[in-house]
């Protein structure tokens, strides 16, 4: 049974990795992790405020030892409360591929275009395989367009793709009037990947202390089916790879992102919780699927629930939701 996949140009002996997480902070974790069956490791994320942080002491553009900034980011971290630095990160890097025979992906989480971008050059310098971008950013100006969001993150990968070597991956939002077409738009900016989706932590307020109340919930299947909806949307219709994250609890959700299309699976609340031996539980329980449906290779699997073949993809999904509302029985 042939279960390889291809994802960013590498093959894969099956599509089941690590994606970002605190897995990726320490060697010995990222050593269990390739020792358990994963088949790549996403480190974790590099943010841009450590990065100009430590260059030029400034936080989006603000001192933080100046009185005048001190409101606006007071909510941020200090240096010393993320586990690695820049520089101890491109070491860390570093020291895992020379440790780890499966691929390593490099994580830089930013929101704009400053020059935090030139550290990726010393992510591939210190043996990244690939990078994933992770530009997250809650837009709170009512006056900046959608557009503009558009153009600010299909100009960051131009610009990466300028300066790398390495393949890219871009992990992604949902929150786009017209997803597909900024899908579309990152295909032709260079980008090899597409990850969906980043997750966007909301928090809630606590009434005692009415203030806001930021915290990390794992996530569960009941999060997988927007990310299915547009694998099966874009499989067959763009370029770059195409990875899921977010939802995927269980090898039932594994099978069904594979079938929507998706090329690579991404796990870390499934491997927060069960740990990096879970992988093989994954690669097992869709072996048997395949085996009990007479599959021989995932090439069998991959895309056959997608919107590829339909001939109207968007009056098939008006006419899926329309036959949703209809069928509620009190």
């Given at each position: ?10 093959r ?17 974790t ?14 974790h ?54 440790a780890?025979?499966?691929?390593v ?50 100009d ?8 790398l ?162 069928s509620?029985?009190?």
């Open positions: 049974m042939e279960t390889a996949t291809s994802y960013l140009g590498f894969l002996p099956h599509p089941f990795m690590a994606g970002a997480s605190p897995l990726g902070w320490h060697l010995d990222v050593k269990r992790l390739e020792d358990a069956g994963c088949a790549a490791v996403v480190l994320s590099l943010f841009e405020e450590q990065v100009t942080l430590a260059a030029g002491g400034r936080i989006r553009h603000m001192d933080p030892l100046n009185e005048e900034f001190a409101g606006a980011l007071a909510h941020f971290p200090s240096a010393g409360d993320y586990p690695l630095g820049p520089d101890e990160y491109a070491r860390h890097v570093s020291r895992v591929k020379q780890v025979k499966i691929p992906i490099g994580s830089l989480n930013g929101t704009t275009a400053q020059s935090w971008l030139a550290f990726s050059r010393i992510i591939e310098q210190a043996g990244a395989d690939a990078l994933e971008l992770n530009l997250y950013e809650v837009v709170t100006d009512v006056t900046v367009p959608g557009s503009h969001i558009e153009h600010q993150l299909v960051v990968v131009k610009e990466l793709k300028r300066v070597k390495i393949p890219i991956a871009v992990k992604l939002s949902p929150f786009f009037a017209a997803f597909g077409n900024v899908a579309k738009q990152l295909d032709g900016a260079g980008a090899d990947g597409l990850v969906m989706f980043n997750r966007f932590y909301q928090p809630d307020i606590d009434i005692k202390t009415m203030r806001p109340s930021p915290k990390v919930e794992l996530s569960t299947s009941a999060e997988l089916l927007l990310r299915l909806r547009w694998l099966a949307i874009l499989h067959g219709r763009v370029r770059p790879s195409l990875a899921v994250t977010g939802g995927v609890a269980t090898w039932d959700d594994g099978i069904k992102a594979l079938l929507a299309g998706a090329d690579a699976v991404q796990m870390v609340s499934a491997l927060l919780r069960h740990g990096p031996a879970y992988v093989s539980a994954m690669r097992h329980g869709l072996e048997q699927w395949m085996e009990w449906h007479k599959l021989t290779r995932l090439d069998e699997v991959r895309g056959r629930a997608s919107l590829k073949q339909t001939a109207d993809p968007a009056a098939f999904e008006r006419a899926n939701y329309i036959r949703a509302l209809q509620w029985r009190s």
